[in-house]
Nanobody
Framework: QVQLVESGGGLVQAGGSLRLSCAAS????????MGWYRQAPGKQRELVAT???????DYADSVKGRFTISRDNTKNTVTLQMNSLKLNDTAVYYC???????WGQGTQVTVSS
């Protein structure tokens, strides 16, 4: 069973930056596609970014050029660097193992004006 633990959320002003981290358990992490998703109040959960085992990345149009997903297979971690944050980036952000369909508990990101 895979366990995912997110950290790094918080309150930030618009235009600022935050770095989210996800620590994953399991010996097969390096072979799995990992992703970050988010869910804003009253909205459906949406894809933010994914990264394959080989490091290929994909982003939602709304975050392209501002967010960067990366992974460290030696530490079983996946990171989401978020720059130039906007008010509508406010959401609970979830780390997900897309290969095994496991999810973390989520971390709140709030962007204020």
């Amino acid at each position: 069973q895979v366990q995912l633990v997110e950290s790094g959320g918080g309150l930030v002003q618009a235009g600022g930056s935050l770095r989210l981290s996800c620590a994953a358990s399991g010996s097969t992490f390096s072979f799995h596609v990992m992703g970050w998703y988010r869910q804003a109040p009253g909205k459906q959960r949406e894809l933010v970014a994914t990264i394959t085992s080989g490091g290929r990345t994909d982003y939602a149009d709304s975050v392209k050029g501002r967010f960067t997903i990366s992974r460290d297979n030696t530490k079983n971690t996946v990171t989401l660097q978020m720059n130039s944050l906007k008010l509508n980036d406010t959401a609970v952000y979830y780390c997900s193992d897309r290969t095994s369909d496991y999810w973390g508990q989520g971390t709140q990101v709030t962007v204020s004006s």
